[in-house]
């Protein structure tokens, strides 16, 4: 009963009251739009399966009443809140639960990168049990969507599962095909390693204060068979940058400009063996087949590097 109404009490005209009496406002600045949809904050809570080996991070934590219904399934909750009054607000819901780590930080150091503190938190609940496994369940600020997920999944975490609101044209990116003007890098990074799969369209009329743009609420599970066809994820996730920042560019010519050894006939003898014609770009090939030609370039700029100091000192 405790924890129907934490979640419960999340509701318009709570935090309406809630704000005026604490005498403040939702940050705009910091993207805050607070789900008042109970039916949506089951859906998100039910798809992620929590159970008690799971770690859930969750980013965004806002009043903590998501927080509270998480605490109450997970064996531990990490939640992260950049502003100072809602992370007070936030400490008050959940302070009957002793499984969660309340953090008062930014998600991020910097844009690439999650934070030292998040980071340290997830290390220590995982290792509280070797059969834990993490799970990030979050309401997302639209503006952190994108590199928080791509930078999980990036890490070598044992995490099993992703269901977050975001912003709805994020979530038509993630799973856009290519040749699509919706597919690019992050469409190419999440469905070389991942199933993602939008769960439900939301309107501006599930949260508070309402958005100008429709959300989703987007589940994305880790698909090993493809994550094991990627040599080196870090150096694919730089490759992807890389051929992504000139997009409509062509492919052979953005290769070149990968390393130094890389000429234009290497660049052409590479394309050929992967079937790919000279003049395709990087949004027209699948994930597959991204991920098939940065094995091959990755195993010839390594050759290259094993050979020229030798041929040097003859």
Request: proline share 5%.
């Amino acid at each position: 009963m405790e924890r129907f109404m934490a979640v419960e009490r999340q509701t318009r005209s709570y935090l309406m009251r809630l704000f005026q009496e604490h005498g403040f406002n939702p940050r705009h600045d910091l993207g805050q739009n607070f789900l008042i949809d109970l039916n949506i904050i089951d859906l998100v809570v039910r798809k992620a399966e929590i159970g008690p080996n799971d770690v859930v991070l969750e980013v965004g934590a806002g009043t903590g009443s998501m927080t509270a219904e998480l605490a109450s399934r997970a064996g531990h909750v990490v939640s992260v809140e950049y502003d100072a009054n809602m992370h007070m607000l936030a400490s008050r819901a959940v302070r009957s639960f002793s499984n969660v780590t309340l953090l008062n930080t930014d998600a991020l150091k910097g844009k690439n990168h999650l934070h030292p503190l998040v980071l340290e938190a997830i290390n220590t609940a995982l290792a509280a049990h070797p059969d834990r496994r993490l799970k990030l369940v979050a309401n997302l600020p639209y503006n952190i969507g994108t590199p928080v997920i791509s930078n999980l999944v990036l890490l070598d975490y044992p995490w099993t599962r992703m269901v977050v609101t975001i912003q709805y044209e994020l979530g038509l990116r993630m799973q856009a095909a290519p040749r699509s003007n919706d597919y690019g890098g992050l469409s190419a990074w999440l469905q070389s390693q991942c199933d993602v799969e939008i769960v439900r369209k939301i309107g501006p009329n599930v949260f508070w204060p309402r958005p100008k743009v429709d959300s989703a609420v987007v589940r994305i599970d880790p698909n090993e068979e493809k994550r094991r066809q990627i040599s080196d994820r870090p150096r694919f996730h730089e490759f992807l940058r890389h051929l992504f920042n000139h997009r409509r560019k062509v492919l052979r010519g953005v290769l070149t400009g990968l390393d130094d050894r890389l000429g234009k006939p290497q660049v052409d003898e590479l394309l050929r063996e992967q079937g790919i014609i000279e003049s395709a770009r990087a949004e027209e090939l699948s994930p597959q087949e991204l991920v098939r030609l940065a094995n091959r370039v990755f195993e010839w700029i390594d050759q290259q590097s094993r050979e020229t100091p030798a041929a040097a000192t003859d």
